[in-house]
């Protein structure tokens, strides 16, 4: 069964550095999707891409966030400096279509700023 | 904004109860969805809907989307239902999901 994937599940990083984020989403599927979960805290939206281009972002996704697509399969998830407070397990999804399609979420990115 | 409360935040229960997890949200939706979240961290899919109900094996989903709720119901459940149930309604446009904070089940055997 298709299946997203994320790599890599755990990045230590020091605060100020940039990381990536990886995500292949289900080969099929048009929509894509990062969410993030800080440790013991709801899940929150960070962004969804449509057609190479951000069709929805929440207020946490600023500056310091950007999304690309660089070559069809790969969707990631970039931080240019990372903050304490990003700290925590990021999801990537995708879905075949909008609102009435499910989300398959990937196992998600454990990302840990020191 | 969407709210969207979940209840109860925990639930234990013994094998073979039958389980309601509820789900409230304060704004329209185009539709709604159930989520498992593992103790490892990995959330998968149990349901999408926007009206009526819906079952897959032992689990039920409904929503009365008048009044803004849905309940998630398990039955005869058993240890390996243990995990985070979480309710996440998708906006409008249909391409953003508000989460609610989770229910934390665990079954006893």
């Given at each position: 069964e298709p299946e997203v994937t994320q790599t890599p599940s755990h990045q230590v990083t020091q605060m100020g550095q940039e990381v990536i984020l990886r995500c292949v989403p289900i080969s099929n599927h048009l929509y894509f999707y990062w969410y993030r979960q800080i440790l013991?805290?709801?899940?929150?939206?960070?962004?969804?891409?449509?057609?190479?281009?951000?069709?929805?972002?929440?207020?946490?996704?600023?500056?310091?966030?950007?999304?690309?697509?660089?070559?069809?399969?790969?969707?990631?998830?970039?931080?240019?400096?990372?903050?304490?407070?990003?700290?925590?397990?990021?999801?990537?999804?995708?879905?075949?279509?909008?609102?009435?399609?499910?989300?398959?979420?990937?196992?998600?990115?454990?990302?840990?700023?020191? | 904004k969407n709210e969207v409360e979940q209840s109860p935040q925990n639930l234990t229960a013994q094998e073979g109860e039958f389980i309601t997890i509820n789900c409230s949200y304060s704004v329209g939706i185009s539709a709604l969805h159930w989520l498992q979240q593992h103790p490892g961290g990995g959330i998968v899919s149990l349901f999408m809907l926007s009206s009526g109900k819906k079952k897959h094996g032992r689990l039920i989903a409904t929503i009365n989307i008048q009044e803004k709720h849905s309940s998630l119901h398990i039955t005869a459940s058993h240890p390996r239902d243990s995990a985070v149930y979480i309710c996440a309604v998708v906006n409008n446009a249909g391409n953003m999901l508000t989460f609610g904070g989770g229910t934390r089940l665990m079954v006893k055997p």
């Open positions: 013991g805290q709801k899940v929150e939206f960070l962004v969804s891409f449509y057609n190479n281009e951000i069709s929805e972002k929440s207020e946490i996704f600023d500056d310091q966030f950007s999304v690309e697509r660089p070559d069809g399969s790969n969707f990631t998830l970039k931080i240019r400096s990372t903050k304490l407070e990003d700290s925590a397990m990021y999801f990537c999804a995708s879905s075949p279509g909008l609102a009435m399609h499910e989300q398959f979420f990937g196992p998600g990115t454990r990302l840990t700023v020191l | -």
